[in-house]
Nanobody
Framework: QVQLVESGGGLVQAGGSLRLSCAAS????????MGWFRQAPGKEREFVAA????????YYADSVKGRFTISRDNAKNTVYLQMNSLKPEDTAVYYC???????????????????WGQGTQVTVSS
């Protein structure tokens, strides 16, 4: 099991940027694909981005492609989400998550992730 703590959320104007961080504890962090998800009020949790366990492959939801960048530093047990050109519709609680299974390609379904952080609020004003 991996313990995850997100940080970096806040209030930003449309067009601005934020960088989310997710600090992980546990020796096997580097073996798990990692994902970022978000949940807006009244909506289901949705996939945002994912990165393979080695960091060589990344995947994005169409809604954030070209604006968000996921990355990881396995030496620091941390995964990041750089968010640029933010829009009001990006407003949500953002969660990082670790895959349930070691050494497999990233998944898009929240059910494939076994460890979750507490979430960090991102609010984009128009």
């Amino acid at each position: 099991q991996v313990q995850l703590v997100e940080s970096g959320g806040g209030l930003v104007q449309a067009g601005g940027s934020l960088r989310l961080s997710c600090a992980a504890s546990g020796r096997t962090f580097s073996g798990f694909a990692m994902g970022w998800f978000r949940q807006a009020p009244g909506k289901e949790r949705e996939f945002v981005a994912a990165i393979s366990w080695r960091g060589q492959s990344t995947y994005y939801a169409d809604s954030v492609k070209g604006r968000f960048t996921i990355s990881r530093d396995n030496a620091k047990n941390t995964v990041y989400l750089q968010m640029n050109s933010l829009k009001p519709e990006d407003t949500a609680v953002y969660y990082c998550a670790a895959d349930k299974v070691l050494y497999r390609a990233p998944r898009y379904n929240p059910g494939d992730y076994g460890s979750w952080g507490q979430g960090t609020q991102v609010t984009v004003s128009s």
